[in-house]
């Protein structure tokens, strides 16, 4: 098989779809050939519906070889196996359907397509429901058609020759040429010049000067001393707004042309624009040569204004009421859009001297979106639309990355909520897929925006489009929330004086981003609230109103969002939502509130430095003043308090003192000594191995780590979790306790902090200088405590494994009503030895956990886990529950959790052999050394274990005595004798 042929390969493998090419191109084909050939030669174009190469891999492998993509995908066999072409595409369904699509030699989505039809399920698990592969093909092709007739777009011809000039016009002077100056005294003589050497004379300069400090005004009144077509008009510091219309009232020609300062005209260009006016009559002759915009379409999609090279009909000036004053910038697109609103500029075949660079908005307002967003909207219209109550739509404006569009179209639940996504000039691949997939989604919708505007005006044309009652604003990167939390923010945002509501917002290593915004009293810039602390703390102050919110997701009733305008489009991204809480409680709408039982996770900071300081310059630019500030009272609620308060220095460039930077407040707190209360209360961290995120939620150390707290916050504890990525937070310095549950993770101690390491597995991983660098330690074997306490030198205290008594207890379930035979755990990896001994005895075995595929057949698989809270029914229904222990947990006799969960249920247990199974659970647990021995044990009436009654004394001493809170009592003794001690 050769795979050095791209449309061959095309062809041959099937991953070519006529209609779809052509839908991208704008043309048809006569044949398949001519297709491939044409998907080959354009680049950046997908030759399949189901095939998108910017989907199967961000290192773009094939580009750094040289290849086609559908070429670098069919040859790479074993990795195309993993690979998914498409969002819609998942291989393992292929295969679990089709096994023998592991060996076709063009990949799994080849195989598939040769064997469905349109009917077919596309073989995917993110939608919410099954779509045939006819149904997405043909959405997928409307995307590509529409995408193409937005974005690709001709641009309009220039209309030239220019035309004869009339020798006479109808009036005197025929131009106005107009000129707002401000401090650019050495650019007056040349600009000038250019004027005054036009082939046409008869015009009239009107120079506004807008109370320049520099001889800039003194230069021009030299000019007009000596010709007499020059006016000098003296303003004080006014904008350049007011500046040019103060300049159109001292005119009365018919045409007005526009001359800033620094830039010069070739001398046929009044001439020549004033020909095709008089020709042809137009409101707006454009000189179109280069970027700029040559239509009233190309002027709303973003391209470059450029007023210098335009004529314009002053009395069309004066219809549309002149230069807007209420704008910092972009008054000439403006301008230029009001005025073709009804009638199209005439763009002709005028040379110009060249252009000015593009000004970037850098730390500045961005007024370009303010005036596209006038355009794009219609406020009016969006409150006199009727929206459901009972539906809440979410706005998401799309960044770059089409991952996060897809997780975020296969993460919202679709009753009582809807997502609008909003694309702004998207590149082919991320719009056709967006459209698509929000097409074959019930409750998705794609709105695409021709314009390049900020992700705040995107967010407004979405408010436009809502059709809930709430809306959730969200910026792309808020990561869809784990669980959902919509209705809960719009049942907050319900509440009576509530106006915005947002979640608590944590970084990638779940530490807290932002829990809204605060303001000093002294300081116009707003600090993130409980920054760098752990979201334990935002848990324990509980729902509570801030200043304002700052997080990349919002939400508010609908009516208050169209009622304040939506975002304030002068702000590109960040800080909107917080000028948007602040106008909203000016406005009488309500307060901000965070609810911090909803939580999302950012992948970014906040803000970058630049974009902070632009931000902060529009926040400063508002009317709304903050409320007073009650971060200090908050605190104490988390057992914190304020010992000072500083400013932060965020500069764009620390190696140059000169760069624009702002202060940014930042509160000095400590924690407030609890040690001598009654009873004692002490911040803890515990520290687990667990991952960040989803990734770490189901490890048997987040729920242990999680039942622990419980209980140490029920009896008067501060308790913050760091999984893994956290442990670096520099907030742990308010702790009073760092207890690491010691797993995979060797964890090094925190100066200053009482140090206590818990040994729950994994033994052979200790070593004597690890136990001799903790103040306190314990292990989960009676035995190894001993042993190492003796050899080593060092104290380890026997504490073992424990039960969360809410779960597990007899209770839960009547006996030998479930599953005969039980195994509740994820594979690890390995092909474990109580699954393996079960099976090879034919056992019953009913089996719950993930990656098992690879070891078992997906039927025996009853699931892929069971949340925590539920396990407790399964252990107490079961005939009998398998257990065992890594190799050396085995050896060191650590009892796993698992034991004493199922214990405490009352559930014969049988496990592998370690030491002490019969004096700590008195008979529950047996050992089984072989699968002659299991195969015994296993089999009804289960006579070697104790009777039901004699099962439930023995589950209610193990409660009494191996619970979560009888080691959380133990704990906090030795701590605060421990701390005490320290003085």
Not at 406 to 425: K, Y
Not at 632 to 640: E, Q, T
Request: aromatic letters at 6%.
């Amino acid at each position: 098989m050769r795979f050095d042929d791209a449309e061959e390969v095309l062809v041959a493998s099937g991953l070519i779809d006529v209609d779809y090419v052509a839908a991208q191109l704008g043309t048809t084909f006569d044949s398949v050939h001519e297709a491939a050939r044409a998907a080959v030669q354009a680049g950046d174009v997908s030759p399949h519906p189901l095939f998108e190469a910017q989907w199967i891999g961000r290192r773009r492998s094939w580009q750094r070889l040289g290849q086609h993509p559908v070429l670098w995908y069919v040859s790479e066999r074993r990795r195309r196996n993993r690979i998914a072409p498409h969002p819609l595409v998942d291989p393992r369904i292929v295969f679990a359907a089709h096994p023998e699509a592991r060996h076709h030699p063009y990949g799994a989505l080849s195989y598939w397509l040769s064997v469905s039809g349109p009917g077919t399920p596309l073989p995917t698990r993110i939608l919410p429901r099954k779509v045939s592969w006819g149904t997405y093909r043909a959405a997928a092709i409307d995307a590509a058609a529409a995408w193409r007739e937005e974005v690709v777009l001709q641009r309009p011809e220039l209309v030239g020759p220019t035309p004869t000039l009339p020798t006479t016009l109808g009036t005197s002077p025929a131009v106005t040429v107009v000129m707002a100056a401000q401090d650019a005294g050495p650019l007056v003589h040349d600009t000038v010049a250019s004027l005054q050497a036009q082939t046409f004379t008869d015009w009239h300069l009107v120079a506004v000067d807008r109370g320049s400090v520099d001889d800039t005004a003194a230069v021009l009144q030299g000019m007009a001393a000596f010709d007499e077509r020059i006016t000098l008009v003296r303003e004080s510091r006014c904008g350049h707004a007011r500046a040019l219309n103060v300049a159109l009232e001292h005119g009365t020609a018919e045409h007005v042309a526009f001359l800033p300062l620094g830039r010069e005209w070739l001398p046929d260009m009044l001439a020549d624009l004033l020909a095709h006016a008089h020709h042809t009559g137009a409101a707006a002759v454009l000189a179109g040569a280069g970027a700029v915009g040559r239509d009233r379409v190309e002027l709303l999609g973003g391209r470059p204004v450029d007023l210098t090279t335009a004529l314009l009909r002053r009395d069309a000036i004066k219809d549309v009421g002149g230069f807007d004053e209420s704008l910092g910038g972009s008054v000439e697109r403006d301008l230029l859009l009001r005025l073709t609103r009804d009638r199209e500029p005439l763009a002709v075949d005028v040379p110009v001297l060249k252009r000015p660079d593009p000004v970037g908005s850098g730390f500045a307002d961005d007024w370009d979106s303010v005036v596209l967003e006038r355009q794009l909207v219609d406020w009016d219209a969006a409150a006199a639309r009727e929206t459901s109550p009972d539906l809440v739509s979410h706005i998401l404006p799309l960044g770059v990355e089409p991952r996060r569009t897809v997780e975020w179209l296969s993460s919202v639940p679709r009753e009582g909520t809807e997502l609008v996504l909003v694309g702004v000039r998207l590149r082919r691949a991320h719009h056709v897929l967006a459209a698509s997939i929000a097409a074959i989604i019930s409750g998705a919708r794609f709105v695409s925006v021709p314009a390049a505007v900020s992700m705040s005006a995107a967010t407004n044309v979405g408010i436009s489009e809502a059709a809930g009652s709430t809306v959730v604003l969200v910026r792309p990167e808020a990561m869809p929330p784990r669980q959902p939390i919509a209705s809960a923010l719009a049942a907050v945002v319900r509440e009576p004086g509530v106006a915005v509501a947002q979640p608590l917002v944590v970084d990638l290593d779940g530490v807290i981003l932002s829990a809204g915004a605060r303001f000093s009293p002294d300081n116009p810039h707003p600090e993130l609230f409980l920054s760098g602390l752990p979201s334990s703390d935002a848990v324990r102050i509980g729902q509570c109103e801030v200043a304002a919110p700052a997080a990349p997701l919002v939400a508010l009733s609908t009516e208050t969002a169209v009622a304040l305008r939506g975002l304030s489009t002068r702000f590109h991204s960040v800080l909107a939502e917080t000028d948007l809480g602040l106008r909203a409680r000016q406005a009488g709408f309500g307060t901000s509130v965070v609810v911090p039982d909803t939580v999302i996770t950012s992948r970014t900071p906040y803000a970058g430095d630049e974009e902070l300081i632009g931000a902060m310059s529009s926040l400063r630019g508002g009317s709304a003043t903050p409320p007073p500030d009650r971060a200090a009272d908050l605190l104490r609620l988390a057992g914190l308090e304020v010992t000072d308060q500083r400013n932060r220095r965020v500069t764009a460039d620390p190696e140059d003192r000169a760069a624009p930077s702002v202060l940014v407040p930042q509160l000095v707190v400590r924690p407030v000594q609890g040690i001598r209360e009654t009873p004692p209360r002490l911040r803890w961290a515990i520290d687990i191995a667990a991952p960040a995120a989803s990734r770490g939620d189901r490890w048997g150390d987040t729920y242990f780590a999680r039942s622990l707290a419980d209980a140490l916050e029920s009896r008067g504890q501060h308790v913050a979790i760091d999984r893994r990525d956290a442990r670096e937070r520099d907030s742990r310095d308010h702790d009073d306790v760092l207890l690491v549950l010691r797993g995979l993770d060797r964890v090094v101690p925190r100066p200053g902090l009482l140090n206590v390491e818990w040994i729950i597995s994994h033994p052979d991983m200790i070593s004597p200088d690890e136990v001799a660098a903790f103040d306190l330690v314990y292990a989960a074997s009676t035995s190894w405590s001993a042993r190492v306490s003796r050899e080593w030198g060092t104290p380890v205290k026997p504490l073992l494994q424990c039960t969360d008594t809410r779960w597990f207890h007899p209770d839960r379930a009547e006996p030998d009503t479930g599953p005969d035979l039980l195994f509740v755990g994820n594979s690890r990896g390995v092909y474990r030895y109580a699954v393996r001994s079960a099976l090879a005895v034919g056992a019953d075995l009913t089996l719950h956990g993930n990656d098992w595929s690879e070891f078992v057949d997906r039927e025996q698989i009853a699931s892929g886990g069971v949340a925590n809270e539920e396990v407790g029914v399964l252990y107490a229904s079961a005939g009998v529950v398998l257990n065992d222990h890594h190799l050396d947990m085995r050896r060191d006799s650590f009892a796993s959790n698992r034991l004493f969960d199922a214990a405490a249920c009352g559930a014969r247990i049988l496990s592998d052999r370690i030491d002490g199974l019969e004096e700590t659970f008195s008979g529950l647990v047996l050992p089984f050394d072989n699968e002659h021995e299991l195969a015994r044990l296993v089999r009804p009436p289960y006579d070697a274990f104790p009777d039901n009654d004699t099962r439930r004394r023995i589950a209610t001493r193990i409660i009494a005595e191996h619970s979560f809170d009888k080691r959380a009592e133990t704990l906090i003794d030795d701590a605060v004798r421990r701390l005490l001690a320290r003085g």
